[in-house]
């Protein structure tokens, strides 16, 4: 059978497979044109390797001017990108220059400890402060660290203390404790904590009415959410702002009242707009939402004319928008806008248009997009290729689903990629539908070879196995060299296939 012949032992695109995993493939990175700025030089450790220290000796050296205020913004920047460690190695650095540091500093130091090394490193650090160092911004820092983890009883127990050193006397504490328990799904205790606010006289400021309000939205009480909105308009220290009213147009939006949410729209852009491009990605994103398309093109023709130049994420938002909406001939036309002014190409906005294309069972505009940025980008396509996958296999085309699988492995570079579990899940019922066991266990030497075979995919192999009425008599061995945990579920399909 064709199918056999494709993944059996013997067949080149399984051997391919199975050994080129380890190959190299070329990353491609962006890096800041700008070489005499810190940050650039600091952004660029990533790729290149070295010290913060180094870098950062270094500028000083070439008699670079280097002042705090610039140190602070660099820090400000690799934290807001997830670079923790860089972030914490500028703050050391400049510890050991005693750098005029100030609480605010602590408070940074506080929280990216706990970002780059773990709640205890936070908590020793926090431990060692001075007396004079602890006060109501540290002790704020670790209960936030606490709450981002959501670890309840630890938040709970700092607060008290707190309460106790008379801290608790602004809204923020009571933001982070919102914040947690909207995250643990809680939100009735979000309600709680508001009335506890009204309680001590603690006024509440934005953001704490937009935590309210999504708890009501959450909980699809739009009763209780206009009437968090009706005690904002209220308050004379807060103004209706675009945040509390993009909120609420999510909200309507998530519960169907597309009326109500467009109202809530319009009186949004009546606020004064944030200066960042995100404004408009929220504006197309939420009359995306409402299935609005006029809206969503009025909306991105006025990001355009607000900045000199759009962004790859700008053109993503669009793309997903339009994609959403089904406007494949805008989509059309907007990606190859894109494409003709890009310096930098972004395989995330040729992931979209492939998907949007396959949904419509446009396979030679798809394969089109992907060839041309295969030519573009050095950079790697393994979510391009998976796409192709899943999309092959629903089609019953496993031969040109393996391409895109020995594509993505010629790719991979220490490590760097495993198939998503849709993936695999897609490949594992071709093989249940087609009773296909050795083409099953083929797969699943590949995915032992890029260091994903896990307990998962056994109970995927064990239901090919079911399906095709075959027994595995050296399961426990093989689960046994593979460190696989027996689940309730495992056991149930193991007695199916392993004889007594």
């Known amino acids: 059978m064709k199918v056999r012949r494709l993944i059996s032992s013997g067949s080149w695109v399984v051997r391919k497979l199975c050994t080129t995993a380890t190959e190299t493939a070329t990353e491609a990175v962006s890096v800041a044109p700008r070489r005499d700025r810190l940050y650039s030089r600091l952004s660029e450790l990533r790729v290149k390797g ?5 870098t950062l000796n270094d500028y000083v050296m070439e008699r670079k001017h280097l002042s705090k205020d610039e140190l602070t913004r660099c820090i400000k920047d690799l934290r807001k990108y997830g670079r923790y460690q860089h972030a914490l190695d500028v703050i050391d650095w400049m510890w050991r220059r005693n750098l005029n540091l100030s609480w605010k500093d602590y408070v940074m130091r506080i929280d990216l400890l706990a970002k780059a090394k773990g709640i205890d490193a936070a908590e020793n650090y926090f431990s060692g402060l001075h007396p004079d160092a602890k006060n109501q911004f540290t002790y704020g820092a670790l209960l936030n660290c606490y709450c981002y983890e959501l670890m309840t009883e630890k938040a709970l127990a700092q607060f008290e203390e707190m309460d106790k050193l008379q801290y608790v006397n602004n809204c923020l504490p009571f933001n982070n404790l919102m914040s947690m328990y909207m995250k643990l799904g809680q939100y009735d205790k979000v309600h709680a904590l508001v009335d506890e606010m009204k309680k001590r006289n603690i006024s509440p400021v934005a953001y704490t009415y937009t935590v309210w309000m999504q708890s009501y939205g959450c909980l699809n009480d739009i009763g209780g959410v206009e009437r968090v909105l009706e005690e904002m308009a209220k308050d004379s220290e807060v103004n ?14 998530k519960a169907g009242q597309y009326e109500k949410a467009e109202l809530s729209l ?17 504006l197309i994103s939420l009359y995306t939402g409402t299935s609005n398309l006029a809206e969503v093109k009025r909306v991105w023709d006025a990001l355009k004319g607000a900045f000199s130049s759009v962004t790859n994420m700008s053109y993503l938002v669009m793309l997903r928008a339009l994609a959403k909406l089904n406007d494949l001939d805008g989509l059309k036309e907007c990606f190859k806008e894109w494409e003709s002014i890009c310096s930098n190409y972004d395989p995330r906005l040729a992931v979209t248009v492939i998907h949007a294309y396959l949904t419509q069972d446009m396979i030679e505009e798809a394969k089109w997009v992907f060839e041309k940025a295969l030519k573009r980008s050095n950079g790697h396509f393994f979510k391009l290729r998976e796409t192709f996958m899943v999309y092959f296999l629903k089609k019953q085309q496993l031969d040109l689903a393996l391409e895109h699988m020995e594509g993505a492995v010629s790719e991979v570079k220490d490590n760097n990629w495993q198939p998503a579990l849709e993936t695999v899940t897609a490949f594992f019922d071709y093989f249940t539908k087609e009773k296909d066991v050795d083409g099953a266990e083929e797969f699943c030497r590949v995915l032992k070879n890029l260091n994903c075979l896990n307990s998962d995919t056994y109970c995927l192999l064990l239901k090919t196995y079911i399906a095709a009425d075959k027994v595995v008599p050296d399961i426990y061995q093989r689960l046994e060299e593979d460190d696989i945990e027996l689940s309730k579920e495992f056991q149930e399909l193991i007695k199916k296939v392993c004889p007594t």
């Open 240 to 253: 209706s702002n675009w945040t509390a009213y993009s909120n609420l147009a999510a909200i309507y939006i």
């Open 266 to 282: 319009k009186k949004l852009e009546k606020c004064p707009k944030p200066l960042e491009r995100e404004a408009y990605h929220f």
């Open 50 to 54: 070295g010290t913060v220290a180094q």
